[in-house]
């Protein structure tokens, strides 16, 4: 063995080596199945993470509520042992309750809107505090990766219009906010677990169910109830939270292949949720389901009235109606 050849293949495993050490492994918690189209968008961000980041910043991803269900995963995201929570960021009123105020309904004209919102300096605000009070911070733009990809009612009988909601049962989660919005749009509002909503369609004690359309299939929903209206009641996407400290320790280029990786993701989800959305109404209309799009500008009219006293009660968060209308275009 020549000395040039000693020299060269010692340059290249003191190179192995500080990758090697440079390498920084994440873990990615998720309440998704590996083979749902969320669950194809996580893993393609682990892939491309790695590759654009040439090995040095690897993600492993932990499906199905592997490392715990939601509180304790929480935990593990401040404590650093999860790095990447990727979920709906509803849970984020955990620490800053203004954050429930992102979905709430018929409050934006459209996603756009919506997303102009987020976005906006109000948003950022509660994004910040989230991160000042918990040490997790967004990642990217939070409205990019797709959920729903929009809100229906599934309903016995056919819901085309507004006045169709007065004396609606419908069934709701417990939630204030949700009872009291639906309850002012004119439904007889009942309180039922998710899990009891097929039997409870069957046997007439209700007679509709809000529900992320991607969901009314595998739910069954559809095999008791034949109709299926578009309302946009709110806009949802799956924000990937980051805990700030290990972000913040990345270098650039781990940061920037971790970003390219987020965007290229997001727009695999917005195709991925459409196919699934797209084949999942063909079967549902050739086994009778009827599909309506809502015009819900009249349903947006009648909860400015609500949203206007709430505001008056100062039952609002500060700025918050002032904001909705400066995202508007």
Request: aromatic share 8%; proline share 4%.
């Amino acid at each position: 063995m020549t000395k040039t050849f000693k020299l060269t293949a010692l340059a290249i495993a003191a190179s192995l080596l500080a990758q090697s050490a440079l390498a920084e492994t994440w873990r990615m918690a998720t309440k998704m199945p590996v083979d749902s189209p969320e669950g194809k968008v996580f893993q393609a961000i682990a892939d491309k993470t790695a590759e654009y980041s040439g090995g040095t910043l690897e993600i492993q991803v932990f499906p199905n509520e592997q490392l715990g269900k939601e509180d304790a995963v929480l935990e593990q995201l401040q404590s650093n042992v999860v790095q990447i929570y990727a979920e709906g960021f509803g849970f984020l009123k955990k620490w800053v309750p203004e954050t429930s105020w992102f979905s709430a309904a018929f409050m934006f004209d459209d996603r756009a809107h919506w997303a102009r919102f987020v976005n906006g300096d109000l948003g950022k605000a509660w994004f910040q505090q989230v991160e000042e009070e918990a040490g997790v911070t967004v990642l990217g733009d939070p409205t990019k990766i797709l959920r729903g990809p929009y809100r229906v009612m599934v309903s016995g009988p056919e819901v085309s219009s507004l006045d169709d909601i007065a004396g609606l049962k419908l069934r709701m989660h417990p939630n204030q906010l949700a009872i009291a919005t639906w309850s002012h749009l004119g439904a007889e509002v009942i309180t039922l677990p998710w899990t009891d909503v097929y039997q409870s369609i069957d046997r007439g004690l209700i007679s509709a169910v809000n529900s992320p359309v991607a969901l009314v299939e595998s739910m069954r929903f559809n095999e008791v109830a034949k109709h299926i209206a578009r309302t946009d009641e709110y806009h949802q996407s799956i924000g990937l939270m980051v805990n700030a400290e290990a972000l913040a320790a990345l270098d650039d280029q781990q940061r920037d292949a971790l970003m390219r990786a987020y965007d290229e993701a997001a727009e695999l989800s917005v195709q991925l949720m459409n196919e699934a959305t797209e084949s999942s109404m063909a079967r549902m209309t050739r086994a009778g389901i009827t599909y309506t799009e809502l015009d819900t500008a009249p349903f947006v009219a009648r909860m400015a009235e609500f949203y206007a006293d709430l505001e008056a009660r100062g039952e609002l968060p500060e700025g918050f109606r002032a904001a909705v209308e400066a995202a508007r275009q």
